[in-house]
């Protein structure tokens, strides 16, 4: 009796937690990305708004309830991944940020090649046990990931100055160009419209310590005192919003979390994020797609975000209101100069740091994880750069192999060739072992 042959199942796993903020979009857009180039995903995360958004991509979303921080959920928490990488069976799981990123190696200990990304390391979140606990799990942890993804040179910098000796490849954050592009300033949602004689600042983040709202605020004064008209308004929402408003000034607004942030930044006159810590932030990214310019603090990811023209007038030191007030006010008082520097970043995200670019670098690393060692192509690494280890062990250090890895030597592409193969990530089960199979991946029987 014939029998029909059973679609193959999802060849990667995203585990995502937490589910908002720019993890979620990262996750979002990546998926996005990798479904257009007929990469097949799955991806396990709690319920809420990021897992309707991947089932209206048409992708396979898998419950996985788990909180945000570590707690005595977590032994649970680790056995519902195990249970979800027996039903999915992946080729590779990539574990965002750090809770998942703590759930998903535990659960696989290496027996599914296995990504990690922070997001920013949980360490630097943290001070005293809390932070020093998290430094220990890292570098513990390290030995579970076959490949340790970090969106800045700085990123990886600080993970090797906490010890967490792994094999890294830098994949700066990208964001939707065609989404984040210039157009119409049109009065935002809650009123805050575009009004010439009334210049708006715009900050967009999380309403949480990380993101320093309450150094802009503390900033704010001083602006009015140069330009009474400003406003300002905070987009987001976190646990921090009703000490930020009973902190602000009238000319604040607290536009709460909103669905669409583009006429936010299309309506402003300057975007600022103030944040305390990052791995590479998507807003100051997704400004500078809009032609909008930015203010940021320097802290890791920040300065790599910006053409190296921006960094002059657009990076303050963290913590510095006093700065971060002389940085806004003088770009508010120059319109040609936003105008120059909105424009340079646009061709610089445009360049550099499109989605697709980031989903294709991705794909690299799943391709070098997968692809069996007798299979790969040489690789040429730069006399600068070490190359990464093929089998990591927690005490190397090494570099990013690709040498399209890091953000200075990413191909100025719009994005991946249309006519390019998808990946080829080897179906679980077959050819006798779980992991891959020899001949499938990027250096074996592809052109």
Known sequence: MHQSVPALRPRVLHLAQPVDGGVARVVLDLVRAQLAAGLPVAVGCPRGALAEGLRELGAEVRDWPARRSPGPELPGEVRRVVRLVEEVRPALVHAHS?????????????????????????????GGLTGALARCWERWGARWADRVVCVSAAERAAGLRAGVRAAYTVVPNG????????GPAVPSPQGAGHETDRPLVVCVGRLCRQKGQDVLLRAWPTVLGALPRARLALVGDGPDREALRLRAHPSVEFAGAVADVVPWYRAADLVVLPSRWEGMALAPLEALGCARPVVLTDVAGARESLPPALAARCLVP???????????????????????????????????????????????????????????????????????????HPAQDSAPRHPHSTQDSA?????????????????????????????????????
């Open 98 to 126: 750090a809770k998942a990123g703590l759930a998903a190696r535990l659960a696989v200990r290496g027996r599914v090649p296995t990504v990690y990304q922070p997001h920013a390391w949980s360490f630097e979140a943290a």
């Open 411 to 447: 191909p100025r592409l719009p994005g991946p060739p249309q006519d390019s193969a998808p990946p080829r990530l080897t179906p679980p089960g077959r050819g006798g072992t779980g992991r891959v199979v020899p001949g499938q991946g990027r250096g074996a029987g592809r052109p």
């Open 175 to 182: 964001v939707d160009t065609t989404r984040f592009a210039p």
């Open 318 to 392: 963290p913590e510095d209101a006093v700065a971060l007030a002389r940085a806004i006010t003088g770009l508010l008082t120059d319109p040609p100069l936003r105008a120059a520097l909105g424009e340079q970043g646009h061709r610089h995200v445009v360049s550099r740091h499109d989605v697709r670019l980031t989903a294709a670098r991705i794909t690299t690393v799943y391709d070098e994880l997968l692809t069996p060692a007798e299979h790969r192509a040489p690789r040429h690494p730069h006399p600068a750069q070490d190359s990464a280890p093929r089998h990591p």
